[in-house]
């Protein structure tokens, strides 16, 4: 086991999993939330196994309080502390705002909204003792920029935007860094429907990202950039330049 622990949600795929592997090779034991597959889950963790840290899943529903607490006690209960939390876990629910249900505004907010609250809370606590730690939250350009028929994305997004600015501003003196990634369209199961190629002539870098394009800046943001705090760094080829 090594000294130093990072949970990252939404960890079984994507995103997540490239994060949560990029933490690994920096000599982190990884804790892996998953949502509901299991197979994705466990694979991640051999993955991570492979590379000489320890890994641990932890299905639980980044939406709902209850399941959060007592997920985040037993993890604390378990490893005594949390160096790195990714607040990554998220999910699109797409449509024009005039035709949004109620149903579709709130999976959106709660899942990428109030997920960050819900999990940051016992984490931060954690790291207030330790008077040390880094949260890094999983944004997106259209939390800067908006999007026609992202509406509830949109606001969820900003939002988190927020909430790393206050962050960082109420938990700097305790030692604790808070930041932000905002990535561009990356090549994960969340746009696999999506019509992408139509999208890169807007792309300076004329191509989708990649997980791990992402995983990278994360790993700079927990780990390597010690005097950065409230910030949001856009990892997009340069879309909203
Ligand atoms: P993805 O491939 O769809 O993976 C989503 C991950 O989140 C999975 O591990 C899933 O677990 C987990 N998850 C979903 N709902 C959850 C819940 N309620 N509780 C716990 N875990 C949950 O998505 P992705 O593209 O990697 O996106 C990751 C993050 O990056 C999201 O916050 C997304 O908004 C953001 N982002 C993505 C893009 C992009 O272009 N892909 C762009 C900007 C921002 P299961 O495997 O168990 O379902």
Not at 224 to 233: F, M, N, P, R, S
Not at 238 to 241: A, E, F, Q, V
């Given at each position: 086991?090594?000294?130093?622990?990072?949970?990252?949600?939404?960890?079984s795929?994507?995103?997540?999993?490239?994060?949560?592997?990029?933490?690994?090779?920096a000599?982190?034991?990884?804790?892996?939330?998953?949502?509901?597959?299991?197979?994705?889950?466990?694979?991640t963790v051999?993955?991570i196994?492979?590379?000489?840290?320890?890994?641990?899943?932890?299905?639980f529903?980044?939406?709902?309080?209850?399941?959060?607490?007592?997920?985040?006690?037993?993890?604390?209960?378990?490893?005594?502390?949390i160096?790195?939390?990714?607040?990554?876990?998220?999910?699109?629910?797409?449509?024009?705002?005039?035709r949004?249900?109620?149903?579709?505004?709130?999976a959106?907010?709660?899942?990428?909204?109030?997920?960050?609250?819900?999990?940051?809370?016992p984490?931060?606590?954690?790291?207030?003792?330790?008077r040390?730690?880094?949260?890094?939250?999983?944004?997106?350009?259209?939390g800067?920029?908006?999007?026609?028929?992202?509406?509830?994305?949109?606001?969820?997004?900003a939002?988190?935007?927020?909430?790393?600015?206050?962050?960082?501003?109420?938990?700097?003196?305790?030692?604790?860094?808070?930041?932000?990634?905002?990535?561009?369209?990356?090549?994960t199961?969340?746009?696999?429907?999506l019509?992408?190629?139509?999208?890169?002539?807007?792309?300076?870098?004329?191509r989708?990202?990649?997980?791990?394009?992402?995983?990278?800046?994360v790993?700079?943001?927990?780990v390597?950039?010690?005097?950065?705090?409230?910030?949001?760094?856009e990892?997009?080829g340069?879309?909203?330049?």
């Open positions: 086991m090594s000294e130093k622990l990072a949970l990252v949600t939404g960890a795929r994507g995103i997540g999993k490239a994060c949560a592997l990029e933490l690994a090779k000599g982190y034991d990884i804790v892996v939330n998953y949502a509901g597959n299991a197979e994705a889950a466990e694979k051999q993955e196994k492979a590379l000489g840290v320890d890994a641990e899943a932890y299905k529903d980044v939406s709902n309080k209850e399941e959060v607490d007592k997920s985040i006690a037993q993890i604390i209960e378990k490893y005594g502390r160096d790195v939390l990714v607040n990554n876990a998220g999910i699109t629910r797409d449509g024009l705002f005039m949004m249900s109620d149903e579709n505004w709130n959106v907010i709660n899942t990428n909204l109030s997920s960050a609250f819900f999990v940051s809370q984490v931060v606590k954690v790291m207030m003792k330790q040390s730690g880094a949260i890094v939250n999983m944004a997106s350009v259209v800067v920029s908006g999007n026609a028929g992202q509406a509830n994305y949109s606001a969820a997004k939002g988190l935007i927020g909430l790393t600015k206050t962050l960082a501003k109420e938990l700097g003196s305790r030692g604790i860094r808070v930041n932000a990634v905002a990535p561009g369209f990356i090549n199961d969340m746009t696999k429907d019509d992408t190629s139509k999208f890169t002539d807007f792309i300076p870098l004329k989708l990202g990649e997980p791990e394009d992402i995983a990278k800046a790993k700079f943001l927990a390597d950039a010690q005097y950065v705090t409230g910030q949001v760094l990892v997009d340069g879309l909203i330049i």
